[in-house]
């Protein structure tokens, strides 16, 4: 007779027998769903899939840091390859209606949600964010489609008064070409979508180079899309893939024939890829750190304050470029907020995010809880208090315990960014106090204000206020809706993508006068005769 721990490893032996992946044989029904084979996948696509020339890049479960599948990653000169098929597809795709454009990215929002269970199981098992986390980042993919098919119809210039009699003038915009999109680990599939979507409908083609950490999402959704395009008997280098390291984002930077690079990822190698891009003036948009503050100020709603904050900074494990890293409460409530955020967070079960009633997985590489063991030391050499956590949790996976330190506003410590679930808290003595904290550092992504008295809100929002891109009343810093411009400020970036206008960016613009007077007048009235 065996015991349930003997059965359940025989089981497990059972299942994983002939798998050369473990954590494949696991999740052998949501990853063959999408395409992703065990062993070896290919990393190449464009127009057709390829194996890659270059390194192997095998795709690691943080919940035990055993293999998941591989990917052959391409080289520079297939990315070339995959450039010049782009090119190519992009000078017949450009001259297609704009709502015929949109028609196509309605099929692909709609092959997307039917896969919406296994893609948001693959980025929750490939990131270790929880699956409420990882279906809703494909939701989010779903819902730019849907912004993106609207304003396919919608897309319009304008017409400005000629001061020259029998003259039109007129401001319109017209594709780019090919916009090249290098996306992080934390969000493998949405930052994509902003691009691919709104460069779709704009007449662009995307070549995309994902997270080195994440290239099984990356391949799963260019399957998806693949097969749409060929249906609409589209080419599909329209949507080209190349799986890489540092030397394929490097050669993507340099290219002239690519005419926008959307770079997401930290601020340091964000320097470095504007740099080069500026260089050649070619057009930018970069997604970087965010050092995000929550201020609650005396007159706030304390209990939603306190699940907003959870929220915020324990969310996909602090992992997201939005995480609430500094809380700024006020002196009169700062004792009684800290007391009930501390009792929240030990009602947080960390564990496998695909487990029902998990609310915070793991980091997502070993070198993340090393970043993170040095912040929590680092607080206490700076004078700081760890009030709730600081502790990495004994396993294979990467597991840390979500940590609420007490410091001074203006520690070194609290001043960067560090990519983990570890929250600042700082007293302040009123509102402007807190708005100069919150300005205070080099990074201007997401802050927050909870109040309840509308004279603040209009302060916080106003040329005074927050000088982030991101600027929230109640709400917590995390969760961004896809109708606004997603984008920040300062060492952020200043790239905006996702709703509202970020459809220009795609765009070059064109101001056209024509003349059908038959006449030859100058402006500004002169005379040259």
């Known amino acids: 007779m065996f015991s349930t721990r003997a059965l359940a490893s025989r089981t497990l032996r059972s299942a994983t027998r002939g798998y050369s992946n473990k954590a494949y044989a696991s999740h052998k029904a949501i990853l063959s769903e999408l395409g992703i084979v065990d062993g070896m996948n290919q990393g190449v696509f464009d127009g057709k899939w390829k194996d890659g020339l270059g390194a192997v890049q095998t795709s690691v479960s943080p919940v035990t840091n055993e293999s998941i599948a591989s990917v052959s990653c391409g080289t520079p000169a297939q990315l070339q390859t995959a450039i010049e098929n782009a ?17 196509v990215v309605r099929q692909i929002r709609e092959r997307l949600a039917r896969h919406s269970h296994a893609l948001g199981s693959l980025v929750s098992l490939e990131v270790g964010k929880i699956y409420a986390e990882g279906v809703g980042e494909i939701q989010e993919y779903v819902d730019i489609c849907d912004f993106a098919t609207g304003l396919s ?8 008064p000629s001061e020259r009699p029998g003259h039109f003038m007129m401001e319109q915009y017209h594709p780019l070409g090919l916009v090249g999109v290098i996306s992080a680990f934390n969000f493998p599939a949405a930052v994509a979508g902003w691009n691919v979507a709104l460069a779709m409908i704009t007449g662009n083609a995307t070549v995309w180079k994902p997270a080195p950490s994440t290239p099984l999402t990356a391949v799963a959704i260019t399957k998806i899309i693949h097969k749409v395009l060929d249906e609409n008997k589209l080419s599909g280098s329209l949507h080209s893939l190349v799986c890489g390291g540092a030397d394929v984002g490097e050669y993507m930077a340099r290219s002239q024939s690519v005419d926008l690079v959307s770079f997401t990822g930290s601020t340091e190698v964000g320097r470095t890829v504007g740099t080069i891009v500026q260089n050649r003036f070619g057009k930018l948009l ?4 965010g050092n995000n503050a929550i201020i609650v100020n005396d007159d706030a709603d304390i209990e939603l304050a306190v699940r907003a904050c959870l929220f915020a900074a324990v969310g996909t494990a602090g992992q997201r470029c939005t995480t609430t890293r500094r809380l700024f409460l006020h002196e009169k409530i700062h004792d009684e907020f800290v007391e009930r955020l501390v009792k929240a967070y030990a009602q947080v079960r960390i564990g496998d995010p695909l487990q029902e009633g998990i609310l915070c997985g793991p980091l997502h590489t070993k070198t993340a809880v090393e970043h993170y063991v040095k912040a929590i030391e680092a607080v206490k050499q700076q004078g700081g208090k760890v009030l709730v956590g600081g502790k990495v949790i004994p396993g294979p996976g990467n597991f840390v315990e979500p940590t609420i330190t007490s410091v001074p506003a203006d520690a070194p410590v609290a001043q960067h960014e560090v990519f983990v679930p570890i929250l600042h808290v700082s007293k302040i003595k009123n509102l402007e106090e807190g708005i100069k904290f919150n300005n205070s550092v080099r990074q201007g992504l997401s802050s927050s204000l909870f109040t309840s008295n509308i004279s603040n809100v209009f302060k916080w929002t106003g040329p005074a206020g927050s000088d982030c891109g991101i600027v929230n009343v109640n709400i917590p810093t995390n969760g961004a809706e896809i109708g606004g411009a997603f984008g920040g400020e300062k060492e952020t970036g200043g790239g905006r993508e996702s709703g509202s206008d970020s459809w220009k960016q795609y765009c070059r613009r064109q101001t056209a006068t024509i003349n059908y007077s038959g006449a030859l007048p100058l402006a500004q009235g002169i005379k040259f005769e």
């Open 87 to 103: 090119r190519a597809a992009q000078a017949e795709f450009r001259l297609m209606p704009a709502p015929k454009r949109g028609e």
């Open 153 to 160: 119809r919608a897309i319009n210039g304008s017409v400005i």
């Open 286 to 289: 970069l997604e970087l750190g």
